[in-house]
């Protein structure tokens, strides 16, 4: 079976020289020999800056890390391919490689220009996450207070912009409002790069029931989100009270990690993970991905759910602790009667059809 994933910022590990890709790495989630035994067959890597970092630094940032992702793939040449169209990740499978792509995460690191945009797609970022976790000049974020009340007139044309270079949107990040505005605006499918349920973990950067059903008669896809906050109710309440020893330990993280975002991101799951084993927060299980697969499948039909995971980028739940543990949403779903094509769709069929929609509608504009 093929499977697409979607992880955050192992690129700004890798910029940092904190780990090589091309090694077992005892830190982190994803590493090729890694990748290898989970069965992982392309990848997209997001091109992370923090939302607080704007203007010409964060370009800047950039494409330091479209840069470091390119060196990857140029320095390992017998397992990893650059890809930018859906033909590319199957070209890459043939070849026994994974494709690696790109995409953006966070609108603020377009400087508020279209040509900026232009220079990314160029260089194959293939997504744009709208936000981050911070609004920016023409989008709402989930987590931030409302400021334009979803999209401006500017967000209106970066998402058409997107359309005309066959990048796809991500409404992962976006405030309701925003998603809403987006879908009303778009020619071509959306994807929701790493959400789940709301109706399982009340979470503001999961999607509401309606949400998914927007997405789905858009054509889009939800790409489910393996953050422990995410998927467990019971997880995320009791992580936003934590208690006196957790914020110690995060305290004392601060001080050691300093301005080192790999680092900080690492010690983080580390911190909480040691939490869930101990008692100290609720345990959250991997088998609350399936339940959330589930969940969106019954909503939004097989032909709009996919993988997000956040590999790199969160707090994994118990028994998916890296990309190796992948096997077992596989079998869980054969175990549940799911059948052999509809898993097909959800480990990265439904992605590629998406990405394909995309591609044609840039051929035909």
């Known amino acids: 079976m093929f499977t697409v994933g979607l992880i955050r910022r192992i690129v700004a590990a890798a910029i940092a020289a904190v780990f090589n890709i091309g090694m077992r790495n005892k830190d982190g989630h994803v590493d090729i020999p ?62 026994h490689k994974i494709a690696a792509l790109m995409g953006m995460e966070g609108g603020h690191i377009i400087d508020d220009d279209l040509a900026v945009l232009r220079v990314y797609a160029a260089l194959g970022v293939r997504y744009l996450t709208l936000t981050h976790f911070l609004n920016n000049n023409w989008a709402d974020s989930s987590t931030d207070k409302p400021a334009h009340n979803g999209l401006t007139a500017f967000g209106k044309d970066v998402v058409r912009e997107l359309n005309r270079l066959g990048v796809i949107v991500d409404v992962s990040h976006v405030s309701d409002k925003t998603f809403y505005d987006v879908l009303e605006v778009t020619k071509a499918p959306v994807m929701a790069s790493h959400s789940s349920s ?24 939800v790409m489910i989100n393996y953050a422990a906050a995410f998927l467990s109710e019971e997880f995320r309440v009791a992580s936003e009270k934590k208690s006196g020893n957790i914020v110690a330990a995060m305290a004392a993280m601060s001080k050691k990690c300093g301005g080192n975002e790999a680092c900080t991101i690492m010690e983080n799951e580390r911190i909480e993970h040691e939490a869930m084993m101990k008692g100290a927060l609720p345990k959250a299980m991997w088998d609350k991905i399936v339940e959330h697969i589930d969940h969106a499948v019954k909503v939004a039909g097989v032909d709009h759910v996919g993988l997000g995971s956040d590999f790199d980028g969160a707090t994994m739940p118990i028994g998916m602790e890296d990309v190796s543990k992948l096997p077992k949403i596989t079998d869980a779903l054969l175990k549940k009667s799911y059948s052999e094509p509809d898993i097909e769709k959800i480990l990265g069929g439904n992605i590629l059809r998406v990405m394909e929609q995309v591609e044609n509608l840039k051929s035909a504009r």
């Open 34 to 95: 890694r990748m290898r035994e989970g069965g992982l067959d392309a990848l997209f890597f997001s091109i992370w800056v923090p939302s607080q970092i704007t203007g010409p630094p964060a370009v800047k940032r950039a494409l330091d890390l479209i840069d470091s992702v390119r060196e990857a793939v140029r320095t390992h040449p017998n397992d990893l391919m650059l890809a930018n169209t859906a033909a590319d990740i199957r070209r890459a499978a043939a070849e």
């Open 198 to 221: 709301r109706a399982i973990s009340n979470h503001p950067r999961n999607m509401t029931d309606d949400m998914m059903r927007a997405l789905a008669k858009n054509g889009g896809v």
